[in-house]
Nanobody, 119 residues
Framework: QVQLVESGGGLVQAGGSLRLSCVASGHTFNIYFMGWFLQAPGKEREFVSGISWNANTTYYSDSAKGRFTISRDNAKNTVYLQMTSLRPEDTAVYYC????????????WGQGTQVTVSS
């Protein structure tokens, strides 16, 4: 099993920045890919960004591209999401999720961290 704990959310004005962190513990040797998702009130969870654990491969949603940067620190078992030029529509709970080697989907999720962007 992998446990994930997010932090770094908060209240920020439009145009501001936040950096989210996700610390993984447990069977981290089996991590293949990490993703960030958001869920706004009344809406489905959607993909924001993802990064391979042992390669330099990153993915972004169209909304995140050019504003958000995902990175990782394998020594700290941590994935970051640097968010800049934040917009009110970015307001949501942000979750990190893990996909293990050999798995087709995300098996473990964090509890989420709230990001609120005021206009």
């Amino acid at each position: 099993q992998v446990q994930l704990v997010e932090s770094g959310g908060g209240l920020v004005q439009a145009g501001g920045s936040l950096r989210l962190s996700c610390v993984a513990s447990g069977h981290t040797f089996n991590i293949y890919f990490m993703g960030w998702f958001l869920q706004a009130p009344g809406k489905e969870r959607e993909f924001v960004s993802g990064i391979s654990w042992n390669a330099n491969t990153t993915y972004y949603s169209d909304s995140a591209k050019g504003r958000f940067t995902i990175s990782r620190d394998n020594a700290k078992n941590t994935v970051y999401l640097q968010m800049t030029s934040l917009r009110p529509e970015d307001t949501a709970v942000y979750y990190c999720a893990e996909r293990s080697r050999g798995s087709s989907g995300y098996g473990f999720w964090g509890q989420g961290t709230q990001v609120t962007v005021s206009s």
